[in-house]
């Protein structure tokens, strides 16, 4: 069931695509910017339609009361595509988010169009420090433009139970910007595994940590608080993935 779930889903979602996501690239060029974002959605809610009813992976979202009701940077872990979706629906009705993604993801087809279509926060992760002055001259400019930016501070995707190194940028960004930071973790990955065709039904639960500001705080303190809120959730969200965790 799992293999014709999984194969009937990459078929809706591959025409899915085809048929909206060149709406989105027209929409800016066309009718204006704000209507990329607005076919964007159209897109997403499309694809997330197929998530729920065809794969029947649905969300549990706690801690909505955590999410400023001002544009934010919020820092996810980050497991599958799913949560590129979801984290979308945690912000407050009416607002959009941007995310910020390695630049080599726009030349995809019909996705990678409609994410350049949307301005995503496209940075060229070979150019060094630059890289990082890149997402806070692009990151400062979607914040005043009132969108909300998602970044996976651990630049890819990671297993459940895993955990690499957290990267500077969407500290770095926070601090130079000085706005609130929110920590999200998820379990995504126990249902849509990373790099993998079998999707398995069921409920993946975000949870949305307390904001706090950036104001004054150097990246390296800003990452400190949220790894270790994400982390520690993570024990408690997949607490089979980590044997060896003590209880406090």
């Keep these: ?96 988010c941007v995310f910020v993604l390695k630049k080599e993801l726009l030349k995809v087809p019909f996705v990678g169009w409609g994410l350049a279509a949307m301005k995503m926060i496209s940075i060229d992760r070979n150019a060094g420090k630059n890289a990082l002055e890149q997402v806070v001259s692009q990151g400062r400019e979607r914040l005043q433009q009132g969108y909300y930016v998602i970044i996976f501070p651990e630049g890819t995707r990671v297993a459940p139970g895993e955990k690499r190194r957290y990267k500077a940028g969407g500290a770095y960004l926070a601090s130079q910007v000085g706005c609130q930071v929110v920590p999200v973790a998820h379990n995504a990955g126990e249902l849509w595994p990373r790099q993998a065709f079998l999707k398995t039904p069921g409920v993946a639960t975000i949870s949305i940590g307390p904001a706090f500001s950036a104001a004054g705080l150097s990246e390296a303190e800003i990452n400190q608080r949220v790894e270790r809120w994400i982390e520690t959730e993570m024990q408690r969200l997949s607490p089979h993935r980590y044997p060896d965790a003590r209880t406090p």
């Excluded at 779930?5 to 009718?31: E, K, N, T």
């Excluded at 076919?39 to 999410?67: C, D, P, S, Y």
């Design 1 to 96: 069931m799992k293999l014709l779930r999984s194969a009937l889903f990459m078929f809706y979602a591959i025409l899915w695509s085809v048929l909206s996501a060149p709406l989105v690239v027209l929409a800016g060029p066309l009718l204006g910017g704000i209507w990329a974002y607005r076919f964007g959605k159209l897109w997403r809610l499309g694809t997330q339609w197929g998530v729920e009813h065809i794969l029947g992976i649905r969300a549990r979202i706690i801690g909505r009361e955590n999410m400023p009701a001002e544009p934010c940077v919020i820092m996810s872990k980050h497991q599958s595509a799913w949560e590129t979706m979801t984290l979308q629906d945690c912000v407050p009705n009416g607002s959009y």
